[in-house]
């Protein structure tokens, strides 16, 4: 005997499922958003911490330019190195 389910229980069942498909893609957009501004947080940051280390360097071959040279390279050398950009993948080509 196969058991049959009312029409009302199976709209019910179909707007609590639709009800928390939309809780869990507003869950899943909050979290989104959230680490787009911690990474935007992270990149102003660095760029703050980078110009004050642009100006410690300035300051150190100001003061050490002359009489200690190694010194001002040691500052130098926290400078980390530009990232190099990568090359863009090929498009895949079609019919292969």
Same mark, same amino acid.
């Given at each position: 005997?196969?058991?049959?389910?009312?029409?009302?229980?199976?709209?019910?069942?179909?707007?609590?499922? /639709?009800?928390?498909? $939309?809780?869990?893609?507003?869950? $899943?957009?909050?979290?989104?958003?959230?680490?787009?501004?911690?990474? #935007?947080?992270?990149?102003?940051?660095? /760029? /703050?911490?980078?110009?004050?280390?642009?100006?410690?360097?300035?300051?150190?071959?100001?003061?050490? #330019?002359?009489?200690?040279?190694?010194?001002? #390279? $040691?500052?130098?050398?926290?400078?980390?190195?530009?990232?190099?950009?990568?090359?863009?993948?090929?498009?895949?080509?079609?019919?292969?």
């Amino acid at each position: 005997m196969e058991k049959r389910i009312s029409p009302v229980v199976f709209v019910s069942n179909r707007h609590a499922f /639709r009800r928390g498909e $939309q809780a869990a893609d507003q869950a $899943q957009e909050a979290k989104k958003v959230a680490a787009k501004l911690s990474t #935007a947080e992270r990149v102003t940051v660095q /760029r /703050r911490v980078e110009a004050a280390l642009m100006k410690i360097i300035a300051a150190a071959e100001l003061e050490f #330019a002359v009489k200690q040279p190694e010194r001002v #390279a $040691q500052y130098k050398a926290l400078v980390p190195a530009k990232a190099k950009k990568r090359k863009p993948k090929p498009a895949p080509q079609p019919g292969l």
